[in-house]
């Protein structure tokens, strides 16, 4: 089970960090994700990391604004978003890669499943 947290409510400009941590299973072996949805919006893909933590890749709009990293000995991966800007607003979910040992390029940008619960991001402008 994945579960987000650390969302909230944050000025436009503020910096949050969210954190995934998966319970009952390990993602040391998986790359992850995350993605957010805005009201009324579908589930966009915004940053993943690779199993190993070699690689990692971005939507254009957060690029250079946010960060994943991972901590495979606390089972946990995280997003540290700066710089947030009002359409960030959306509910944050992480995700695991499907498959095992797998780095991200062009030839592949992985197939997420098992998704976790949300946490609420809101950025008020």
């Known amino acids: 089970q994945l579960q987000a947290s650390g969302g909230g409510l944050v000025q436009a400009g503020g910096s949050l960090r969210l954190s995934c941590a998966a319970s009952?299973?390990?993602?040391?072996?998986?790359?992850m994700g995350w993605f957010r949805q805005a009201p009324g919006k579908e589930r966009e893909f915004v940053a993943a990391?690779?199993?190993?933590?070699?690689?990692?890749y971005y939507a254009d709009s957060v690029k250079g604004r946010f960060t994943i990293s991972r901590d495979n000995a606390k089972n946990t991966v995280y997003l540290q978003m700066n710089s947030l800007k009002p359409e960030d607003t959306a509910v944050y979910y992480c995700?695991?890669?499907?498959?095992?040992?797998?780095?991200?390029?062009?030839?592949?940008?992985?197939?997420?499943?098992?998704w976790g619960q949300g946490t609420l991001v809101t950025v008020s402008s």
């Open positions: 990391i690779s199993w190993s933590a070699l690689s990692t």
């Open positions: 995700a695991a890669d499907r498959n095992r040992y797998r780095d991200y390029g062009l030839g592949y940008r992985g197939n997420f499943g098992s």
């Open positions: 009952g299973r390990t993602v040391d072996e998986y790359g």
